[in-house]
């Protein structure tokens, strides 16, 4: 058996756990598994990037969003905004007598399922953010194709869970591979970042 595709990390699963009475329950443990990967990784191979294009300053954002890395307004000239929390934004620019808010985006918030710009403006956004990882069960994902172990041992863990009893000694050893796992890919991530060339802007003394 190989883990080459999605039926391999199945007959995987039930070869390790050795018990033909689970079997008919590996997809939903691999599904549980998939959630709690997306809770806890946030790593380069998960970024993405697309345009989006606010309407009065409110862009909706994808419904695979885990969270923000960057959003570069496309004016002339490009901008990147900066992040504030949504009280901090409902307070920032305020209108005048008018009721208009005068200049450029500078800052943004992410509400609900949203993306709000200030001072409110509807031109095209560069957003790079975290993406949800696929389930494998449809195609092969980046996690299971460079880290099938992660899979195997967080599946293996989900099945020793639901077994209760004498399995939860077997689910903690298992839970304790998956989390290594999961250090591992978070430092090979940090290391890759921090190998990257520093770039000064501005002047420098």
């Not at 294009?53 to 901008?79: E, K």
């Not at 092969?140 to 599946?155: I, V």
Request: net charge negative; proline share 7%.
């Amino acid at each position: 058996m190989s883990f080459t595709d999605y039926p391999g990390l199945t007959a995987n699963v039930a070869s390790w756990l050795a018990r033909d009475d689970l079997t008919a329950f590996i997809p939903d443990m691999i599904t549980l598994f998939e959630a709690a990967a997306c809770r806890r990784l946030k790593v380069r191979p998960m970024e993405t990037t697309i345009s989006l294009t606010p309407s009065n300053g409110t862009a909706t954002l994808p419904p695979d969003f885990l969270g923000w890395r960057r959003v570069t307004w496309t004016g002339s000239p490009n901008r990147e905004l900066d992040y504030v929390a949504p009280p901090i934004y409902a307070v920032e620019y305020v209108p005048d007598d008018a009721g208009v808010i005068i200049g450029l985006p500078i800052i943004f918030t992410i509400e609900g399922g949203n993306l709000l710009v200030k001072p409110v403006d509807d031109t095209a956004l560069t957003f790079t953010y975290y993406q949800r990882t696929a389930a494998v069960s449809g195609a092969l994902n980046w996690l299971y194709s460079n880290h099938p172990d992660a899979y195997l041992f967080g599946t293996l863990a989900e099945a020793n869970f639901m077994n209760k009893g004498t399995a939860l000694t077997q689910a903690a050893m298992w839970k304790q591979r998956r989390d290594e796992v999961f250090d591992e890919i978070t430092h090979v991530d940090f290391n890759e970042r921090q190998g990257m060339s520093m770039r000064v802007m501005g002047v420098t003394p």
